[in-house]
């Protein structure tokens, strides 16, 4: 039976995990998730394409925080950085979110939809504003990099690019559903606050989605909802949706000896034995 995998944060710029991506045997007839952290560069994602195209039937990518990251002056920017990323998928025919959502082969009803919406630092404190958000973070020695070399060009802001991507994926999702259709919703960054109440510094939550996707597995009807970015895989149920969070991440984060096989979460038809009564995190190492 054709299966359904996902992967994200395989953070190509350490040698050890470009090696362990190289050993991945080949899945002819399964689809593989990519969700987002590939890397920095266009030469990295190039390089995962040339690896995991010829290895699986169908690959579907969605872009992290890292792969818009523009560490080369004369690189483009924002919306440019991100365009070139998509251009590059489409060019080896793989999905991204700027295409036609797909069906699943084996069950029409069943529709997979990667989405880029990037993050709003909605996920603070009650009692921290919007503009002081980033200085909140800064206070407890939390500062990420993307406040440097994620640019969001020609939006003023990174919140304002996550808003717009809100409300074209919105306007998209509704277009698409249809009595009967499930979603498996696919993103780099998680889509609830559960899973961010595990950190170790609750300020990483800033740059790590937006609360307004808290409600969406219920609004856009999901099977699952697959993310990654937190580092930190495991499995939770929400209202009968499982949701999934599926990253490699860097060396520290994973064991050699089990290989990126190791590491391919299977979605779809998914885990045998688990119940969505399972509303706690289980956590997958
Ligand atoms: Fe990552
Ligand atoms: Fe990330």
Request: glycine share 6%.
């Amino acid at each position: 039976m054709r299966k359904l995998y996902a992967i994200s944060d395989i953070h190509l710029s350490y040698a050890a995990n470009r090696e362990a991506l190289e050993a991945l045997p080949f899945y002819p007839d399964d689809w593989l998730i990519l969700a987002g952290d590939v890397g920095e560069t266009l030469e990295q994602l190039q390089f995962a394409l040339s690896v995991l195209c010829p290895r699986f039937a169908q690959v579907l990518w969605v872009p992290g925080n890292h792969d818009l990251w523009c560490l080369d002056a004369y690189e483009p920017r924002g919306v440019a950085k991100y365009e070139r990323l998509v251009s590059l998928c489409q060019q080896c025919g793989v999905l991204t979110p700027e295409d036609s959502y797909i069906h699943w082969p084996e069950d029409p009803t069943l529709v997979l939809a990667p989405l880029f919406l990037l993050y709003d630092y909605s996920f603070r404190p009650a009692t921290v504003p919007l503009e002081d958000a980033v200085d909140w973070a800064a206070k407890a020695g939390i500062v990420f990099r993307d406040e440097i070399v994620l640019y969001p060009n020609p939006y003023p802001s990174r919140y304002a690019w996550c808003q717009e991507r809100l409300r074209i994926t919105e306007q998209r999702l509704q277009a698409v559903q249809a009595p009967g259709l499930k979603f498996i919703l696919i993103n780099h960054f998680p889509f609830q606050a559960y899973p961010l109440g595990f950190m170790r510094h609750p300020e990483i939550s800033l740059w790590s989605g937006t609360c307004q996707t808290e409600d969406w597995h219920q609004r856009f009807p999901t099977r699952v909802a697959i993310y990654g970015h937190l580092h930190m895989r495991g499995t939770y149920y929400r209202n009968g949706v499982r949701f999934e969070e599926v990253s490699l991440g860097y060396p520290q984060d994973w064991r050699a000896a089990k290989g990126v096989v190791g590491y391919l979460r299977e979605i779809w038809p998914g885990p045998q034995g688990e119940t969505p009564e399972h509303a706690e995190m289980t956590w997958r190492f």
